[in-house]
Each structure stands twice: as structure tokens, then as C-alpha cells.
């Protein structure tokens, strides 16, 4: 049974930070691209970063220099450390694992909630 979980999340002051973990079981960890995602009521989930098994990272245009995403493969887990947060990325933020180069498996979280608010 494949399971992904995320942790981390919390309530958090502008400028502070917080750093969320996904720990993914059930799969072979090393072929997945993990991908944390974020929503906000009444709004799409976005893609907030990937990261590949060999470590490489991208960010979207509205964390970067902010957020940093990490894997450590021998525990299955990615981290997504985001700093100086602002109001704007209050959110729900989801861990995604997708099969790497086919994506023909997607496996998510139930998430975890993020707000900053002063």
C-alpha cells in the first residue's frame, strides 16, 4: 500500500519559517519525481517545486529564493524548507510522487495547512 504523508505544517508570523516533510512508502522512492503542490479555497492547486531523485530542484517564480526542496533517499522523505513567508502562501500544500519518466503514477497526500497570519 503505497502512502504519502506530509508534516510540518503550522501557523506562522511574515518572515518566519517552517519546514513541511513528505515521507512516501509503498514504491520505489528512487523512481519518483516528488512534486509539492499548494491550494487555497476557491483556487487551483499550484505547483509550488519538483525535485528528482538525483536531487535536482525547480521552484515556481513565487518561491524562489525563498523555498528550498530536499530529498534523502534513504528515509524516503522530501523537505520543503520555506522562509521568509508571507500571507500569500497561506495554503493547503500537498506532496505528490509521480513515476519518473513515464508519469503514468501519481500518488498524493491528504496535505497539510499552512497559514501566515500576523
Known amino acids: 500500500q503505497v502512502q504519502v504523508v506530509e508534516s510540518g505544517g503550522g501557523w506562522v508570523q511574515p518572515g518566519e519559517s517552517l519546514r513541511l516533510s513528505c515521507v512516501v512508502s509503498?514504491?520505489?522512492?528512487?523512481?519518483?519525481?516528488i512534486r509539492w503542490h499548494r491550494q487555497t479555497p476557491g483556487k487551483q492547486r499550484e505547483l509550488v517545486a519538483i525535485i528528482t531523485p538525483g536531487g535536482t530542484a525547480t521552484y515556481a517564480d513565487f518561491v524562489k529564493g525563498r523555498f528550498s526542496a530536499s530529498r534523502d533517499n534513504a528515509k524516503n522523505t522530501v523537505y520543503l524548507q520555506m522562509n521568509s513567508l508571507e500571507f500569500e502562501d497561506t495554503a493547503v500544500y500537498y506532496c505528490n510522487a509521480q513515476n519518473f519518466p513515464s508519469r503514468t503514477r501519481n500518488y498524493w497526500g491528504q496535505g497539510t495547512q499552512v497559514t501566515v497570519s500576523a
Open positions: 509503498g514504491i520505489p522512492f528512487n523512481d519518483y519525481n
